[in-house]
Each structure stands twice: as C-alpha cells, then as structure tokens.
C-alpha cells in the first residue's frame, strides 16, 4: 500500500516535471551561474561557426580602474572627455548613452552615478556579443542562444534612453557593421507594376550618414535630430524628426524590411509578404520582434531653402505677476501651435523654470518662479521674411497680453540656403552619459486649445515641477505631428500608436531625481524617480490627455499604463506577433509587449516570469 501510495505520487511528480519541460518555458532566463550555461568549448563552436564574431566585452572605461581589469585599450582620458559624448557610445560595442540602465557597471570617474566602491564589472553589460556583418551569422546566433534559454538584446547606436540596448547575462547582436547605404533609383514596390527610388540601408546605420547620402542628390530623408541616431530602434518605435510634420514618422517611410527571428528565420517582411512582422517592425517598438539587418525607405526632394527662428518668453522679474504672465503666456504658444503647424511650420523647444532656467535663457540674471520658453521654429520653401509673417500675430498676442512690461518677448528669424546647412544649425548635443528618466504626453488640439486656458497653465506648472525645486528642470516641445502624419495612408502606417494621428505637440519632461549613491543601486534610484513620476506627472497626464498616449522611444518605462500608452490599438496584435515570432521570449525590452509577464531585477540581473 504504502508502496503504491510512493509510485503515484512519484509518476505525478515526474508527470509535473515533463508538462515543465515540454509545454511551460522556463520562469528564469539562464544565468552564468547555472549549470546549464553553456561552458567555454561551447562559446568556443559558436565563435567559430560565427567566423570569429563573437566578443567577449571589455568595458571601455576598464582603464580607468587599478588594473586595467578587462585590458580596456582606451585610455582613461579618452574615455572621461567622451563620455558625454552618443557618437562615443555608438562606436563601442558594448557601451549604452544611459549606464544606469547597465547598472552603471564600469564608468570613468567624475560621470553621473560613479561610484568608487561599485569598481568594474561586467555586471549590467551583455556577456557576450556578436558584431554582426551578415544575416546567416545573426540567425545562427540567435537561434543558439534561445534554445540555450538565454536572453537576447539588440543593439544598434546604444542610445536608447531606456535601458533597452542593454541586459544582464545576455548575448547581444550589435548591428554597426550591417551598415549598407545603397540608392535604387527603380525598386520594384510589391504588389504593384511600379518602381520607387529608395535607400537600403543596413539597420547600424546612423542617421547622419543617410541623410549627407541624400542631400548629395538633392533628397532628404526622415532623420531624427541628431545625426548620431541609428535607424534600428528609431524607426521601430516611430521616429520624429524635422520632417515628420511634414511627411510622417520615419516608420511610415518603410516600404520593406529584413528580419532574423529568434527561431533563425531570415524574413524579408513587405506589403506582400510576411505581412504581420512588417507591420509590427514599423511602430511596435525596437528589440521585441526579431533583429532588423535591412530597411528599404523613401526619400523626397530637399526644400529649396529653409526658415527658422526663435521666439523666446521670458519672466522680467520672479515678481507674481510676471510670473503668472509667463505660464499665461506659454500656454497661450501652445495653442497656436497646432494652427501653424497646419500652415507649414514645425520645430523643437525648451520650457525651464529654477536655475535650470538660466541655462536655456542668457538674458535671465536669476532664477525664476516663471517659466522661459524657447521655442524654434522653422518653415521649408520660405524664407525668414515668409516665416515671421506667420508667426507675427503669435508674436503681437503674447505682447499685448504682456502691456504692463512683465514679458520679455522676443523674435529673430534667419534664411538657410539649403538643408544640410539647416539641419546642421538645428543639430542637438548628441549628449549621452548622464542619467534621466523622463515623462511625456502626445499633445492634440483637444489638449492645447479645447481645454480652458487656467487648466492648462495649472498642468504646465506640474508638468515643469521639479523634484529638486531650486535647480528646477525644463521640457522639451516637440512639434513633430500635424499634417504630415494625418497624410499617412493606411497601408504605410504600421503599427505606430494611432494617438500619432491626431498628435501635434510631443512634450518630453523631465525634473525626477536619478542618483544613484553607494547605498541607493541604480535599480533602487530608478524606482525612486519612477516614483516620483508615478505620483506627479501620469496622474496629470491621465487627467489632462487620457485619450493619448506617449512616444514610446523617449517616454517613461515605468509608466504602469504602458500598453495604453506606448501602444494604444496595437498592442493585442502585437503580442499576438510577438508570440508567433519570438516563441521563447528571448527578447525582453522594458514596457515591451509582454513585459509586464516578467521582472527584470537590476540587482540580481535576473530577468524572470512573474509568479
Ligand atoms: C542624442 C539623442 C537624440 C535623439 N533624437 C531623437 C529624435 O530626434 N527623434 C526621435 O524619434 N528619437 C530621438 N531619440 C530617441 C531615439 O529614438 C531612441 O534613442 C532610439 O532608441 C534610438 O534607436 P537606436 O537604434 O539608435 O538605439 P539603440 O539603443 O541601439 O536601440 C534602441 C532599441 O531598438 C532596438 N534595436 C536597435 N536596432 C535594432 C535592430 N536592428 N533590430 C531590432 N531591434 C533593434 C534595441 O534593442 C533597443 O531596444 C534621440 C536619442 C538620443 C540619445
Ligand atoms: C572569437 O574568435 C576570434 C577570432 O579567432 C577571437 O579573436 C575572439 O577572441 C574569439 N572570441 C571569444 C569570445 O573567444
Ligand atoms: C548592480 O549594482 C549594485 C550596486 O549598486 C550591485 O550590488 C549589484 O550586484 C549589481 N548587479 C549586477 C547584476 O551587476
Ligand atoms: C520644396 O520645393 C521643392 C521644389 O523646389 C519641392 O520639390 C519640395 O517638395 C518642397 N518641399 C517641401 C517640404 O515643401
Ligand atoms: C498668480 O497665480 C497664483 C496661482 O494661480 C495665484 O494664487 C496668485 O494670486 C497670482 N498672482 C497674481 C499677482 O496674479
Ligand atoms: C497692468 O497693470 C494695471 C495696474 O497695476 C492693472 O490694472 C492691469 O490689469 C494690468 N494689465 C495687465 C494686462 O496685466
Ligand atoms: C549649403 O549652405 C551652406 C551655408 O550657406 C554652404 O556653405 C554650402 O556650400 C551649401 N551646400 C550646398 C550643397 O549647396
Ligand atoms: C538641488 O539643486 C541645487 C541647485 O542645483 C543644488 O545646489 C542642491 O544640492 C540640490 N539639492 C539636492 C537635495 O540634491
Ligand atoms: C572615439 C571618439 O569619439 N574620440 C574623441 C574623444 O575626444 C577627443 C577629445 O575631445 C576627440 O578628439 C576624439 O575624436
């Protein structure tokens, strides 16, 4: 009996075990210290099957550690003067702009976060990586790597802002070197008897590049701001640029791409065929669905000449009034935003309050209570005599609301002779290194202009709050929707977020604090900001713009409302595509399609199913 009793509950204990391994995968992705990671002869095949490609990473700032640990041959000083630097971090394999999503893991003295008791380690860096020249090697890799249950990143500049080129105990594919430029002046466009004249370019390529190749012949192409951006990520979770107001997002430019799934499947993904993956790759978010090698995108012709200018508002004392009329005043911008982003105008500006206000305002002697906007804009096919006489009403608003001299309204505009020129003037930082997490809305005319003025102005003051007061913080206002994304046909929109459609402002805030300290990890300092987001800025997200959403590549990754939010109608599809494509869940991103299903610890470096 007893006997018996013992074979049962054996057979059911081993039936349990069986229904784990063949039907349930397994709840924590393989680590190095498990006995299933694959040992050195193992790394060993899959190196020479690679060709060689495969590297074991050496953090860059090793050198600048007694010992030169990983034999970094960078030196220190090169390391420290660059660290602030995208174009640095994109040519290194293993480096991201934002290391405390790496768990700040081997960083030169004197950057955001450094810490001489955390030393250097591999820690939140990839263990292994494949710089990728070829699409067999990528399906080869990736394939081994997820029967072998370990996770898989991607990628491509490292400048993602959060975290999501980067993983614990994973094996990365960095795509640098798939970095093709090619013109085909006749590309046979699928499902038609019609030709197109594209690019394809390799998705390690930088923005940059594609657009001087471009411009060259007299074309441009939807870039991001700056040219130290890669295709593979921005384009997959949208990608706004100078252009955007005017032909879409970068993603509604992809006629065709190459893709190498987790199961080892090279795809060429088109309107014809293997129709889902290509719909989810243009707008579902970068690093979910397989690797991207190879984009086809249109370009268009380069303007004749471009316009731009700066209008600036700023507080002329930190007196009530003034300070008052400085929010009025803003506010008053963004709602004539939409109205000339419709006659042709788009552009990029900063608001800032405290001491951060200084920064962004010469003129400002103090810090303000205030706001200061400064708000470029710009126009192409015009000149700054065009582009001032559509924005002059703005300009004699905002004065003649300032009578009593509280304002400092200012307007300037200057005539660019062609593109290169202007978006050399309009070209960012290309800033990297230090820690940020931010909070943003996609803003429509329902927000800026239907909702009554007062409610406005009391959003903008928690949307510019800062947690640290007196050093203030600032927000950037992107007016990269409009009419061109409302043009977008259908059949060329993906799955981008359709809250794009309606969207004219993108406004990106920052102002949580992110240090992390011996004593607080970056995991604990991210949750501390992700706090601070989560009690001040969603909630008035939600209470201002519930019916939007956010862009998902310069957006909170801990907003609890993600699906929602970055994804909107997609994201059922999305998973649906996910599952089909990436069976084993090798690539984890946070706030991707099915994150919520795991935990991503940042001091352990586990990633895990919850429950
Ligand atoms: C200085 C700077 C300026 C920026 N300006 C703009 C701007 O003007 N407009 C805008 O829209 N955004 C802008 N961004 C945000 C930008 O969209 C994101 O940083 C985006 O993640 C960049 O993509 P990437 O491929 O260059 O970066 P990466 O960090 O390399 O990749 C980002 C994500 O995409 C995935 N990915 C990358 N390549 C591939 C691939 N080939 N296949 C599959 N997945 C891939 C990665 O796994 C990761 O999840 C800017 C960022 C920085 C740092
Ligand atoms: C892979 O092989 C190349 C060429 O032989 C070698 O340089 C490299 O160090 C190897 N990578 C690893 C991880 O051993
Ligand atoms: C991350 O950093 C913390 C210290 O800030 C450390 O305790 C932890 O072990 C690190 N985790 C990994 C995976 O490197
Ligand atoms: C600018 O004008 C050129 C012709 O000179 C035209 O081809 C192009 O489409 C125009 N661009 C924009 C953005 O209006
Ligand atoms: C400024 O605005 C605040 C908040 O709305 C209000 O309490 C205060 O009375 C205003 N001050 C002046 C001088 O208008
Ligand atoms: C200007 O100041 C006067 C006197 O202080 C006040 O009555 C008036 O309302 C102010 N006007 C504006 C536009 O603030
Ligand atoms: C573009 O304009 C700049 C500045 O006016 C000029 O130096 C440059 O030669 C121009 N480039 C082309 C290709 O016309
Ligand atoms: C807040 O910012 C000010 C000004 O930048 C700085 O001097 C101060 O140390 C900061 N306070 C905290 C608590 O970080
Ligand atoms: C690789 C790289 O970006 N190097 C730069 C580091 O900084 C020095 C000095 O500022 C530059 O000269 C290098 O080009």
Redesign the pocket.
């Known amino acids: 009996m007893t006997h018996n009793f013992k074979h049962a509950f054996l057979g059911f204990y081993f039936w349990l075990l069986f229904c784990r391994g063949i039907f349930a995968l397994p709840r924590c992705k393989t680590i190095p210290s498990d006995p299933n990671w694959p040992s050195s002869t193992e790394w060993e095949t899959l190196n020479n099957t690679l060709g060689g490609a495969l590297l074991k990473p050496v953090p860059v700032a090793s050198s600048c550690w007694a010992g030169n640990p990983f034999r970094s041959p960078v030196p220190c000083g090169i390391v420290e003067a660059n660290w602030t630097s ?1 174009f640095f971090h ?1 040519k290194l394999p293993e480096s ?2 934002y290391p405390i999503y790496a768990n700040n893991s081997c960083l030169p003295p004197g950057s955001a976060g450094f810490d001489l008791t955390q030393g250097c380690h591999l820690g939140g860096l990839p263990e292994y990586i494949v710089i990728a020249t070829t699409e067999n090697q990528v399906a080869h890799a990736v394939k081994w790597a997820a029967e072998r249950n370990i996770r898989i ?9 959060n975290g ?2 980067s993983g614990t105990f994973s094996v990365s594919i960095w ?1 640098r070197y ?1 970095n093709k430029l090619e013109r085909n002046p006749s590309w046979a466009v699928p499902n038609t008897h019609k030709t197109e004249d594209v690019f394809i370019v390799g ?2 390529q ?1 923005w940059g590049n594609v657009l001087q190749e471009a411009t060259q012949i007299g074309r441009v192409v939807t ?4 040219p ?7 384009i ?6 100078p252009l955007s107001s005017t032909y879409g997002l ?1 993603a509604h430019q992809v006629l065709q791409v190459t ?1 190498v799934t987790t199961t080892g499947q090279i795809l060429v993904a088109n309107d014809n065929t293997n129709k889902d993956i290509f719909w989810a790759l243009r707008g579902g ?9 190879e984009y086809v995108i249109k370009h268009y012709p380069a303007p004749a000449s471009v316009a731009l200018g700066t209008l600036a508002i700023v507080p002329q004392s930190s007196i009530d009034e003034n300070s008052n009329s400085s929010w009025e005043a803003t506010a008053a911008l963004l709602a004539a935003l939409p109205e000339l982003m419709d006659a042709g105008v788009a552009g990029a500006g900063t608001l800032a309050t405290g001491e951060a206000a200084i920064q962004f305002s010469p003129s400002l002697q103090t810090s303000t209570t205030g706001i200061v906007a400064t708000q470029v804009l710009w126009a192409f096919n015009t000149t700054s005599t065009g582009l001032t006489a559509l924005v002059a009403p703005l300009v004699a608003h905002l004065r003649a609301q300032s009578s009593n001299q509280t304002l400092s309204i200012s307007w300037s505009a200057e005539t660019f002779a062609n593109y290169t020129a202007f978006y050399h003037a309009i070209g ?5 290194g230090s820690p940020s997490l931010v909070s943003s809305r996609l803003l429509g005319r329902a927000e800026l202009i239907d909702t009554p003025r007062e409610e406005v102005v009391s959003h903008l003051r928690t949307a510019l709050r800062a947690q640290n007061e007196t050093a203030g913080t600032f927000a950037t206002v992107g007016l ?1 929707g409009g009419p061109g994304l409302q043009k977008v046909p259908m059949a060329r929109w993906g799955a981008v977020n359709n809250v794009w459609r309606t969207a004219y402002i993108h406004l990106i805030t920052y102002g949580a604090t992110l240090n992390s300290s011996p004593d607080r990890s970056p995991k604990q300092a991210l949750a501390d900001a992700a706090a601070y987001m989560a009690e001040v800025r969603e909630p008035m997200w939600r209470q201002w713009a519930p019916n939007t959403g956010a ?1 998902m ?2 957006a909170n990754p801990f907003d609890t409302q993600f699906k929602h939010d970055f994804y909107g109608a997609s994201y059922s599809r999305l998973m649906d595509i996910k599952g089909q494509y990436d069976p084993s869940r090798s690539l984890f ?1 946070l706030s991707g399609v099915g994150s919520d299903e795991w935990d991503y610890d940042l001091d352990s470096g586990k990633l895990c199913r919850m429950g």
């Open positions: 995208g994109s991201v702009d990143i991607v990628k491509g500049t490292g400048h993602d802002l999501r080129s795509t798939l998705s390690g930088q870039t991001g701001q700056d130290s951006v890669g295709l593979g990520g921005y997959q979770g949208g990608g706004h640029g970068a893709v978010g970068g690093g979910q669905y397989g690797v991207v090698t960012g930082s290309n800033a990297a990269q862009y590549n310069e991103v």
